[in-house]
């Protein structure tokens, strides 16, 4: 196969996120190119400021069209972010006539390779990948939230690809709502019967395609010199990504690594969280100097929960013994 095209979206809220994961990309996937959808006019500005060699920028003004814009006024900004996730495949698809493409959340970090994960479908002769939760069954929420996870989802651009993005593209312009009704939630529960539905569709094998707090904890983790590997009691895979959901950076240097029901060993925090909290103040910083007083990550002031949290002396304890061996004593 020849170059791997990604696409994501994301606001200014996103901007650090998005940006470590292309720096990602740019680390280990070698021959790609990324196409992301700014969706406020701030991350416009930044991504288009910094013209990154392997990066589209697209505005909203390009690329909404008539179907998108009669279902805006009434969807949630997450809930229209996630009816124009297949639509987003599919502008790419349709305006620069590419071989291929994969949907990638912002909050992804590569640590591998990605093309491994395409490889697998390849050798099963299918033209769309998608990859599961493997929640950790004390975490499960598949009946509610769906088996699969809209976070890497690949599409050849044949026939058989476009089949299966159609059928999920209308029925988001449908109905993408975030909420629990008839057997829907969001973009994401329509995926759960594709295996079934299209005989087009492979269902990722490999372990280390979609690592997250809601399924770390079923698995080991060893850091080797330039990889880390993952595994169970039957299988050993490199990790291919982490997705790094409910990360929230606040001032002073506090951080929530994850919603407070998954618990985080402390191997994980170590190889994947406290390295990547640290990328994103790193680029926080970066792109302050070309745009200082905004906040790209998109936190804004902690919760009650947390102010107490804090308070307490929790963090205090985290500051001294964890982040500050990492961080500067305080953000800019």
């Known amino acids: 196969m020849s170059r791997l095209n990604f696409c994501t979206l994301f606001d200014s809220n996103y901007l650090s996120r998005g940006l470590v994961m292309y720096d990602s990309l740019v ?20 991504l288009k400021g910094l013209d990154l060699p392997q990066m589209t920028v697209i505005s909203l003004e390009e690329f909404e069209d008539p179907e998108l814009l009669a279902v805006k006024p009434e969807r949630s ?21 590419v071989e291929n493409c994969t949907y990638l959340d912002a909050d992804l970090v590569f640590y ?19 990859t599961s939760h493997r929640y950790t069954r004390r975490y499960d929420q598949s009946l509610l939230r769906g088996k699969y996870c809209v976070q890497f989802m690949f599409f050849k651009n044949n026939r058989e690809g476009r089949e299966v993005l159609e ?7 449908e109905w993408c709502y975030a909420r629990v009704e ?26 280390g395609g979609g690592i997250a707090p809601w399924n770390c904890q079923q698995f080991s983790f060893e850091k080797r010199e330039d990889h880390i590997l993952v595994s169970n009691e039957k299988n ?15 001032p002073e240097m506090r951080a929530i690594l994850a919603p407070r029901s998954y618990e985080l060993s402390g191997i994980v925090k170590s190889l994947f969280y ?14 302050a100097t070309q745009f200082p007083n905004q906040d790209f990550h998109g936190t804004g002031e902690l919760s ?22 990492i961080f500067p004593p305080k953000l800019p």
């Open 27 to 46: 680390e280990y996937a070698e021959d790609f190119h990324l196409y992301v959808f700014a969706f406020n006019g701030l991350a416009l500005s930044v």
């Open 77 to 97: 900004r997450a809930e229209y972010c996630w009816t124009c996730t297949s639509s987003s495949i599919h502008y790419v698809l349709e305006k620069y006539q």
């Open 304 to 325: 009650d929960y947390w102010k107490e949290f804090f308070l307490v002396g929790h963090y205090s304890w985290i500051k001294r013994n964890i982040l500050g061996r």
């Open 112 to 130: 591998a390779n990605p093309r491994v994960l395409i490889d697998e479908m390849e050798a099963s002769g299918k033209s769309v990948l998608i």
């Open 274 to 287: 406290y390295p990547y909290l640290k990328k994103l103040v790193d680029k926080g910083r970066e792109i």
């Open 182 to 207: 008839d057997g829907k939630f969001g973009d994401q529960k329509y995926l759960d019967d594709w295996t079934t539905r299209f005989p087009s569709v492979h269902e990722l094998k490999h372990l």
């Open 167 to 173: 059928w999920w593209r209308n029925r988001c312009l």
């Open 236 to 250: 050993k895979d490199k990790v291919v990504f982490f997705h790094f959901h409910g990360v929230k950076i606040y």
